[in-house]
């Protein structure tokens, strides 16, 4: 016997990457940043330390979303903060636009094989997930925008996981256009492809950026993600969010972090720089690795079953992302590290195959 709610107990749970506590491993299998963060982070949060906490922080986090609209005028033509929510990493923020959007019974559409907690919020909500399949080249059929009763949102991240492929601004517009909903673009990778979607937003009311400081901003561990669309959309998601759903610490070190660009180019330049050669070296074990617009690459492999080889990387103190995707095909999803980090990983794989 059960007391919660049916579809919380029939909900198998997200199981997020493992993440070992201590030093053991070489870690790169959840695409977090391998190099620390901006020094004005430390900063910042060093000044709101000396501040005290014995206060509630902003609810709004009206700092961080000056500071980010002035960052996106040249995009987002008359952005003002009103257009931006701040969020507890952007994982609260997709709860939010689930919670705000879809009510129980109503429908939720995401493309597949692609980020798996999406599934998991429409679940909890109580609500069904209907998944559209990628073509064989990672592209997305006309099915994703196609009606159905009951739609009542769109997830779409952009680059997408596990693949890292990209979805073109123009291509992302007419499906956006197409759906009788709101289409989220979930870009917590786009800091580390070719462009992005962030003047769409002014150019559709039915558009809905989030992104994240917890990749490209090497801030996993401080929470911060943040929405960005047309305020009459911003103002309802306000209603739902927690009152206080990010603290005074990350308000501080986020607005160090993007007042820092000189900071995110340089990262972007040597993530990129090591990307390629982690391609090329999976590419030259055989494996048919997939050109990425993000800091990951997804490999699968033509002939060789791949878990075997996730369990002795692992063994051996490497840990990747090894995902199964019935119907499609399972894959190693390996993070951008280090240099010396993914030349390890690289240097194991090739006494394995
Ligand atoms: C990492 C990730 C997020 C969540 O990031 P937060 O750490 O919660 O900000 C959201 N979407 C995708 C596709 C991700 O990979």
Known sequence: MSFVRPNIDALAGYAPGEQPQGGKFIKLNTNENPYPASPAVTTAIE???????????????????????????PDVPGITPDWILCGNGSDDLLTILTRTFIGEGELLRLPYPSYILYRTLAEIQGARAEEVRFNADWSLSDDFSATAAGLKL??????????????????????????????????????????????????????????????????????????IAQPQLIREMIKVKDSYNVDALSIAGATGAIDDQAWLRENRRKVLATRDKLTAGMTALGFNAVPSQANFVWCPHPKLPVKPLYEQLKASGVLVRYMNYPGWSDGLRISVGTEDQNEACLGLLRGMV
């Open 47 to 73: 000044a709101a330390l000396r501040n005290g906490l014995q206060r509630y922080p902003d609810p709004m986090a009206t700092a961080f979303r000056l500071r980010a609209a002035q960052l996106f005028a």
């Open 154 to 227: 769109a997830f779409l991240p952009n680059p997408n996981s596990p693949s890292g492929t990209y979805i073109a601004p123009e291509r992302v517009l007419e499906i956006a256009e197409r759906l009788p909903c709101p289409l989220v673009v979930d870009e917590a990778y786009v800091d580390f492809a070719a462009t992005n979607c962030l003047n769409l937003v002014g150019r559709s009311e039915k558009i809905i950026i989030t992104r994240t400081l917890s990749k490209s901003y090497a801030l996993a561990g401080l929470r911060f993600g943040f929405a």
